[in-house]
């Protein structure tokens, strides 16, 4: 069973930095795709970020454009999120996902949670104002 593990998350003031990391049992080239989804609560999940496996592209939700930046590093098997300046509405529980590869993945559907197969467990992000 392919297990993704996410820490880092906490309490920080507004215009603040976190990084989350999300450790990957197996070799993260193993998954098409690994993304970064949050819920707040009584809210819908939603994608924020994600990072294709084959050529390293990038896609960020508007609302973190320029604030968020997901990376990885492959020797480690994690997927970073480093988030900056941020603000009270980014305070939700931040999930990692990933795409396996036997499965098809279109990358303008990144953001579709249903595209993803295996998913961690979470970490809240909570920012007081």
């Known amino acids: 069973q392919v297990q993704l593990v996410e820490s880092g998350g906490g309490l920080v003031q507004s215009g603040g930095s976190l990084r989350l990391s999300c450790a990957a049992s197996?070799?993260?080239?193993?998954?098409?795709?690994i993304g970064w989804f949050r819920q707040a609560p009584g809210k819908e999940r939603e994608g924020v970020s994600c990072?294709?496996?084959?050529?390293?592209?990038?896609y960020y939700a508007d609302s973190v454009k320029g604030r968020f930046t997901i990376s990885r590093d492959n020797a480690k098997n994690t997927v970073y999120l480093q988030l900056n300046s941020l603000k009270p509405e980014d305070t939700a529980v931040y999930y990692c996902?990933?795409?396996?590869?036997?499965?098809?993945?279109?990358?303008?559907?990144?953001?579709?949670?249903?595209?993803?197969?295996?998913w961690g467990q979470g970490t809240q992000v909570t920012v007081s104002s």
């Open positions: 996902a990933a795409v396996g590869r036997e499965y098809g993945w279109v990358a303008t559907q990144w953001a579709d949670q249903y595209e993803y197969t295996n």
């Open positions: 197996t070799s993260t080239l193993d998954y098409v795709a």
């Open positions: 990072i294709s496996s084959s050529d390293g592209s990038t």
